[in-house]
């Protein structure tokens, strides 16, 4: 596995500025927690990183080297929506197999299918299934299982459980943990819930209004908050009643 | 083949067979007749032997027009095809060639498109040359910047997908991107599209050769038979007109055929007759809303679903309720109930449903319950017209309850907006909701519910659209607005964190059925049902054990068009057993369960 930096990558849109100059790194086998409220710029980071959103300046780098943003990428992405991130037409098997590297005879290509459903906990029978027969969270599993199928190096995971039912989250979470444990991922894990970064991220950077304004061990920062914003977020996230 | 089940469907395609039959056999079947000569009968009139006449060479009418059937179709198929080859090409130039050869290719076609289409014909027709193949070619190029428009627009839908950036992500090409991931997902409405544009080509050919543009003798189509009939027009109509009909005949085949797959409706199934009402009883007393075994029922495509299946509930003067529960567990549609915001064909069948001393089954309960029934809703994006200024949209919620004027109403409406903690009220009435945040426009709802004396507030998930910091305000003004109106609330929420922070009593629910009622401050610890204890252990707080897996739920909720007999949590609970899967359990002491407080 390997390390995902960002070096003073600044991002733009007409005088319009998403990011300042954001520095932060993804170490190799762990997970760092982004948080922030809508806005922050915390998609376009990871969006940035993929090559879907156009870098002002700055660098993106993976392992000291620039990361291609063409191509099979190395650094894979899964998306918020569970209803908009899979093509409808195909099937489960088809959308897994689209990522996988080289030309594999078809016999490598069902077994490797077939591998990457059980590593997420889905039937291999669901292969042939259209997105359509499947519920959310068995849909944002197949979105993991095709962003695992690209061989990645990093995972972005952008809100990928705040479109689920509550049930269906923890199924989700436990998944994302079992994966950094087992498989030794690197991922960026984008979330707006603060308990839910708290039990999946070792490090927690915090974006506020395009910049980093913390960034730590996510029990230092979650438990000893040094910046007022980081502070007022977590008042937010407890209970009203232990407040007034 | 839903577009088959209706009049139009089935005229549109039996008249398309009826002419694709007479293009692919009219020149097999009728090719001697047609050019076969008779002195003795030029310029005829219709006879038993000639159904429309002949022409200046005695030869048979009714068999020519069927025999030019085939170039007819044939060129408008061929135009067809070139418009939409060429309409996809230049739809898709951005997608291929990249942002800014894209942009050029798009502007010039919008430009095309603002010229008139029969001048590009006229145009291309000259440029080609007269004759078949010019005609086809002319209406072809003529037709794409149209199709190019809507391939456009269509393509740009679906590349904003995320499945679109997935693909990208995952290395593949631009070429095969087109191919496999958005030339499906647009193939519906582009065909659609094609089939008119075939009807709108065949009228064009036609109007071509009848102008001598378009086929040559001694070849023919039906505008060049409508051309040669045209000199006898006084003398033989139908020698004009039988070519002339042909082309009405085939236009609507086309026309009718695209519209009746355009505008096949989804089908959903018609409720079937209600059962026997409940047995109707009365409200609960000293309750600002009272429902007894309210039962909901929406048509939907695979049969009625029973998204509410008889809940009983009151909240009482100034309480405040709060329903939990997954998406299909009935929780907004009983909201939605309450507020009496459900209008046939779903069906709302009840003992009572009473708000403020109202009953809501019986006509007209919304223009006597006035203001005293206040409803703030999910998404604050929607909530308010987007076309007028926020303070006369709180404005007419007095002028048209209080009978207040307009300069009354709308100082009521800045004073609430201040309640509501808005600043610089005054201003911000005059603005239009754009230029009001997500949290404030949710606040500005709250208000426009508090023009009135609201003694109930039903608010649907009001604060999940919303920041974790937006949030929070929401909740304390709600929380507020309570403390100074003694309005009751009922809280829909998925967050079971929110509903035990705002509430005294909580609800439950799951596949439409209240599972259990208990005070708010129990259930995190005392909740007895194994939903409620599975629900709140599988949401993470901040004093979660990080040294064990979360608790999940197995299985998946129930589909609400097919709930089965016995427990519906059944399938799901680990407690389950023979009697739980046949024997619906009832709500007894504020829990629904056989196994009601057993440890798992």
């Known amino acids: 596995m390997s390390a995902l930096t960002f070096h003073e990558v600044s991002v733009r849109y007409g005088a319009h500025t998403v990011l300042h100059e954001v520095s932060l790194e993804v170490p190799a086998g762990r997970t760092v927690g982004l948080v922030g409220e809508s806005g922050c710029g915390k998609s376009t980071l990871a969006r940035a990183a993929v090559g879907l959103a156009p870098i002002t300046s700055g660098s993106i780098l993976l392992d000291g080297r620039p990361v291609p943003t063409r191509g099979r990428r190395p650094v894979q992405m899964v998306f918020q929506d569970p209803y908009s991130s899979l093509d409808p037409r195909m099937t489960v098997g088809e959308s897994i197999a689209e990522a996988l590297p080289g030309r594999p005879s078809r016999q490598d290509r069902q077994s490797e299918i077939a591998r990457l459903l059980t590593l997420v906990h889905l039937d291999p029978a669901r292969a042939a299934d259209l997105p359509g027969q499947l519920s959310g969270g068995q849909r944002q599993r197949v979105a993991l299982a095709r962003a695992l199928a690209a061989r990645p190096q990093v995972i972005l995971a952008d809100e990928i459980t705040s479109a689920l039912d509550v049930s269906v989250q923890g199924a989700v979470l436990n998944l994302i943990r079992d994966m950094r444990r087992d498989l030794g991922l690197s991922m960026l894990f984008i979330s707006h819930n603060l308990a839910v970064v708290r039990y999946v991220a070792d490090h927690v950077a915090v974006l506020h209004a395009g910049r980093i304004v913390e960034h730590g061990p996510a029990a230092r920062v979650l438990g000893d908050p040094r910046h007022d914003y980081t502070r007022h977020l977590l008042a937010s996230a407890h209970p009203l009643k232990e407040h007034t | 083949m839903r577009a088959l089940r209706r009049p139009v469907g089935v005229t549109g395609v039996v008249l398309l067979a009826l002419v694709l039959f007479a293009a692919a056999f009219g020149p097999v079947l009728w090719g001697e007749r047609a050019t076969a000569v008779d002195t003795a009968n030029l310029l005829a009139g219709p006879s038993a032997e000639h159904w429309i006449g002949t022409d200046n060479l005695g030869r048979d009418l009714f068999a020519r027009v069927l025999v030019a059937a085939r170039l007819s179709i044939l060129l408008a198929l061929a135009a067809t095809a070139i418009a ?267 003992g009572h449903l009473a708000v403020a001393g109202e009953d809501l089954l019986a006509p007209g309960a919304h223009r006597r319950l006035g203001t005293s029934l206040a409803v703030v809703f999910q998404d604050p994006m929607t909530s308010f017209n987007p076309a007028h200024r926020v303070g006369p949209q709180l404005a007419e919620v007095s002028r048209f309850h209080q009978g207040l004027g307009r300069r009354a109403a709308f100082a009521r409406a800045v004073d609430r907006l201040r309640a509501v903690r808005i600043g610089d009220p005054e201003r911000r009435a005059r603005q239009y909701p754009f230029e009001f945040s997500g949290g404030m426009r949710q606040r500005a709802m709250i208000g426009m519910g508090l023009m009135g004396e609201p003694r109930l507030i039903v608010a649907d998930e009001p604060t999940t659209a919303l920041d974790v910091t937006v949030q929070r305000q929401v909740l304390e003004l709600l929380a507020d607005v309570r403390r100074d109106t003694g309005a009751a609330l009922l809280l829909i929420s998925h967050d079971v964190s929110v509903v035990t922070d705002v509430c005294d009593r909580v609800l439950v629910m799951y596949a439409g059925r209240v599972v259990e009622e208990l005070p708010a401050k129990d259930l995190r610890a005392l909740a007895r049902h194994p939903y409620t204890r599975a629900l709140v252990a599988a949401v993470p707080d901040m004093e979660t054990d990080l040294d064990r897996p979360l608790a999940v739920i197995p299985g998946l909720p129930v589909d609400p068009v097919d709930v089965p007999a016995g427990c519906a949590f059944a399938p799901r609970c680990p407690l389950a057993d023979d009697h739980c899967r046949t024997v619906a359990p009832p709500l007894r002491d504020g829990v629904a369960c056989h196994k009601a407080g057993e440890a798992p």
């Open chain 2, 84 to 350: 939409m080859v060429l309409g996809l090409l230049l739809g898709a130039a951005p997608m291929l060639l990249g942002r800014r050869l894209g942009r050029l290719v798009t502007a010039s076609v919008n430009v095309l498109v603002a010229f008139p289409g029969l001048l590009l014909v006229l145009f291309f027709a000259v440029v080609f040359g007269v004759g078949a193949r010019g005609a086809a070619l002319a209406v072809g190029l003529a037709g794409a910047p149209a199709f190019a428009r809507l391939c456009h627009t269509l393509i740009a839908g679906v590349s904003e997908r995320d499945y679109v950036a997935a693909a990208r992500i995952a290395g593949v090409g631009r070429a095969r991107m087109l191919r496999r991931h958005v030339l499906p997902n647009i193939a519906e409405p582009v065909i659609v599209y094609a089939t008119m544009t075939a009807g709108a080509a065949l009228l064009t050919f036609a109007g071509l050769s009848f102008l001598g543009l378009g086929v040559q003798a001694p070849d023919y189509d039906w505008g060049k038979l409508m051309q040669d009939g045209l000199n006898g027009i006084y003398v033989h109509p139908l020698a004009a007109l039988g070519p002339g009909i042909a082309v009405v005949l085939a236009g609507l085949a086309f026309n009718l055929t695209g519209e009746a797959f355009a505008a096949g409706p989804r089908r959903t199934h018609v409720l079937p007759p209600a059962g026997p009402p409940s047995p109707a009883t009365a409200p609960a007393r000293n309750s600002v809303l009272s429902a007894d075994d309210l039962r909901v029922t929406i048509p939907g495509p695979n049969g009625p679903i029973h998204a509410v299946r008889g809940v009983s509930f009151s909240v009482g003067d100034g309480e405040a309720v709060g329903v939990v529960g997954e998406s299909g567990s009935g929780k907004s549609v009983t909201a939605l109930a309450v507020a009496g915001l459900l209008e046939p064909p779903v069906r709302v069948q009840a």
